[in-house]
């Protein structure tokens, strides 16, 4: 009879640790964290490709050096409720640097939270794990334009590829025999 008796003692404590458990599961949890990610890919590219570039994050910190073409993944959250904005700079001797910002907002799993996560997924789990943000853009394509040719205190002369200038400079060229 004692054995029956710690028998069933231990299996009540057994499915009281798993009901604990699994409630502490559902409730602890959040929706975006649940089915969304704090990091996310960007694929970069530039016509002409090559060019170098350099990604800062909005406290000025370089977080990537490469050249085009590239992907990378790029974290959506800059802190505790803090989205990420990102600084992206393209340099190519020959051409204009160019610079171009990434941003992030709020991701729709975040709103979720009303009815499935409650208030501690929607004030602590999220924004502490940056979850409730997405990155706004997923492809950065920029075109890169020659710079200006010469200056008059310093005049030069380029030859320049006709795939490789401003189309509305095209409307000025004159075809030489």
Known sequence: MYNKIKNISMKLKFLKVTTILMASIFLFSSCATIFTKTTYPLAVNTE????????????????????????????????????AEYSLKFTLPGYKEKTVTVSSSIDGWYWANILLGGVIGMLIVD???????????????????????????????RILDINNIPADWKEYLVKLN
């Open 48 to 83: 002409p490709s090559g060019a170098k570039v350099v990604i800062t994050n909005k406290k000025g910190i370089e977080v990537f050096r490469g050249e085009t073409p590239t992907s990378l993944k790029l974290k959506s959250s800059n802190g505790f409720f803090s989205k």
């Open 127 to 157: 924004p502490a794990t940056g979850a409730m943000w997405k990155l706004d853009k997923e492809h950065i394509n920029e075109t890169l334009y020659p710079s200006s040719i010469g200056s008059i205190d310093n005049p030069e002369l």
